[in-house]
């Protein structure tokens, strides 16, 4: 049960817990962010297998950008996409 909730709670993004300067979690903000969920202390290398255990990697960056608008990129790639593929290389 721990496990899913830390798992929607990194899905959230660092964001909702309170890191706005920027998009990534780093063991040091997950071993922080699972103290204040659940009162418990783990080491960076302990933060590690947890994160790999639920499919995490501190090394791998979200996927989609917090700020990413899916109707604006379905616009992009439909009109202006092709223009810029039919362009001559170079």
């Keep these: 049960m721990q496990l899913k909730t830390l798992a929607q709670a990194l899905e959230e993004g660092p964001a909702v817990h309170g890191w706005v300067e920027d998009q990534r979690w780093t063991l040091a903000r997950v071993t922080r962010l699972i103290f204040e969920l659940f009162r418990v202390r783990y080491t960076p290398r302990g933060v590690s297998y947890l994160l ?26 439909k009109e202006t996409w092709p ?7 170079g």
């Design 52 to 77: 790999h255990r639920i499919g995490w990697s501190p090394q791998m960056p979200q996927h989609v950008a917090a700020e990413r608008d899916e109707d604006k990129v379905a616009t992009w790639v």
């Design 83 to 89: 223009q810029v593929k039919a362009l001559p290389p």
